[in-house]
């Protein structure tokens, strides 16, 4: 068996959390699967995989292995492409969103993708916090926000809002602020991201004006904050996207929008260097769709 045959075995058998689930993907028997893995650790000197009688885990060296072995092998699959003078692209691509982002708007441009190129499987990683492309073997992910100084590239596809928003009930019954100062005495939920809960909100065009925070829920789900929200518990800051179909069905009513901090970008990233040509084509599929979507933002 050789190397690269090792390999996606046992990425497959990470991705499907077992040797039998595995196999039956690959068409193979457990045991051939098993014995591939086997060697693959003898072969790098590492265990790769905790193994006990009811779960199956990755090793640190796994973790690590893992990442690597699905940039080998999304390599060797460009290779092939370009030798085969590039015709429909085959193999793994990886991608990462946040997590409602990714369920509302990139799972239905990975649908289209996966419909019109029937050689490709797609992994998609959904995280409400900022993973390392090169470390976790991603191809390309969608960030929301101002990107730090990077290697990364990116592309500029939309932007959206941080907005105030409460329930009518809950504002029925603590009036409903008219400016930032009335937020004062207010009940405000808060949700744990990719920084720690602020104690203040920055708001207005120039982020000048701060409303100090003390939430009585934090929680680290946008669903379960919106939830809470909608329910009449406070008053919640979220992106534009998140609670478009609250505000549509007037689940939730929209705070001061005249003093909204400035939109942030919506951004498609990938590691340095020439893109993969399955990265080149899912990111040419996804900006047109999110530029139309968000591009007015």
């Not at 997590?99 to 990139?106: C, E, K, P, Q, S």
């Not at 029937?118 to 992910?141: A, K, T, Y």
């Not at 406070?234 to 929209?254: I, K, M, T």
Request: hydrophobic share 50%.
């Amino acid at each position: 068996m050789d190397r690269l045959d090792a390999l996606a075995l046992f990425v497959a058998v990470a991705d499907c959390g077992g040797f039998v689930a595995a196999a039956r993907k690959a068409g193979r028997s457990p045991a051939a699967v098993s014995r591939a893995v086997a060697a693959l650790e003898e072969r790098l000197g590492q265990r790769l995989f905790n193994r006990t009688t009811r779960a199956l885990s990755l090793t640190e060296a796994g973790e690590l292995a893992l990442a690597r072995a699905r940039r080998l092998l999304g390599d060797y699959d460009e290779l092939a492409d370009a030798l085969q003078g590039g015709g429909a692209p085959r193999g793994v691509l990886t991608l990462t969103a946040p997590v409602m982002f990714g369920r509302l708007h990139i799972m239905p441009i990975v649908r289209d993708f996966l419909r019109d190129f029937p050689g490709m499987d797609v992994h998609l990683l959904l995280f409400d916090r900022i993973l390392s492309l090169v470390d976790e073997g991603v191809d390309v992910g969608l960030r929301i926000g101002h990107l730090p100084d990077s290697s990364l590239i990116a592309l500029r596809v939309g932007a959206v809002r941080r907005v105030l928003v409460a329930a009518p009930a809950y504002l029925a019954a603590a009036g409903t602020p008219r400016k930032p100062e009335d937020l004062a005495g207010h009940s405000f939920i808060s949700t744990l991201g990719v920084v720690a809960t602020p104690s203040h909100w920055s708001l207005g065009a120039e982020e000048d004006k701060a409303v100090r925070v003390r939430p009585r829920l934090t929680v680290n789900s946008v669903d379960a904050a919106l939830d809470a929200a909608m329910s009449g518990l406070g008053v919640v800051r979220l992106f534009s996207y998140q609670v478009a179909e609250a505000l549509a069905q007037d689940r939730l009513v929209r705070l001061l929008p005249d003093d909204e901090p400035p939109a942030v970008p919506i951004q498609l990233v990938r590691p340095p260097g020439r893109a993969p040509r399955k990265a080149a084509l899912f990111i040419e599929a996804a900006a047109g769709v999110l530029r139309a979507k968000f591009g007015s933002a």
